[in-house]
């Protein structure tokens, strides 16, 4: 094997395509109780080469995400937008996992910023290696998966596999 996996330096981003870069930027920053960090139109000639759309121009913003990685939010500005279906079992669909230590909280947090649940509510994972864990999904305004995974309190027992 040619690669070296010590060249990975970490995540830097997650990346997220949608219909209206303003409604996103007001949903994350709604459910994450944070501001825009740099928004801007991005439209230099690098971006057909590196986007497969020649001559592409896209509305971006970043926003934090708890500890510090980044979620770039990127409208492209092209007609040829179709929404991917919502159901998280196709392939290629993606969702954000977001730890948090009061799940009930946050979940209603997201519902009040806009987000869609899934879920019933938090629910209970009672086997296997996430035991004890509380998770629940919804999706934001263009239907990306956001999961809120909550680990057991250090006097429950767990399988998790997950780092504190």
């Known amino acids: 094997?040619?690669?070296?996996?010590?060249?990975?330096?970490?995540?830097?981003?997650?990346g997220i395509s949608v219909?209206?870069?303003?409604?996103?930027v007001a949903f994350w920053s709604a459910f994450l109780g944070v501001q825009s960090k740099w928004r801007r139109r991005l439209d230099g000639p690098y971006l057909?080469?590196?986007?497969?759309?020649q001559g592409i121009e896209i509305e971006a913003a970043f926003i934090e995400l708890p500890n510090g990685t980044l979620?770039?939010?990127l409208e492209y500005q092209t007609e040829a937008k179709?929404?991917?279906?919502?159901?998280?079992?196709?392939p290629g669909?993606?969702?954000?996992?977001?730890?948090?230590?009061?799940?009930?909280?946050?979940?209603?947090?997201?519902?009040?910023?806009?987000?869609?649940?899934?879920?019933?509510?938090?629910v209970a994972i009672t086997?296997?290696?996430?035991?004890?864990?509380?998770?629940?999904?919804?999706?934001?305004?263009d239907g990306i998966t956001i999961e809120l995974f909550q680990l057991p309190t250090p006097e429950e027992p767990t399988g998790c596999w997950s780092p504190r």
């Open 71 to 73: 979620l770039e939010i």
């Open 48 to 53: 057909g080469d590196l986007t497969g759309y």
């Open 19 to 24: 219909q209206d870069v303003n409604r996103s």
């Open 93 to 122: 669909n993606v969702h954000i996992c977001l730890g948090t230590d009061d799940i009930a909280a946050v979940w209603e947090r997201a519902i009040r910023a806009g987000a869609r649940p899934v879920s019933p509510g938090p």
């Open 1 to 14: 094997m040619d690669s070296n996996p010590e060249a990975l330096t970490g995540l830097h981003h997650i």
């Open 82 to 90: 179709v929404p991917n279906p919502e159901t998280t079992a196709n």
């Open 127 to 141: 086997t296997g290696p996430n035991e004890g864990t509380v998770a629940c999904y919804l999706r934001d305004p």
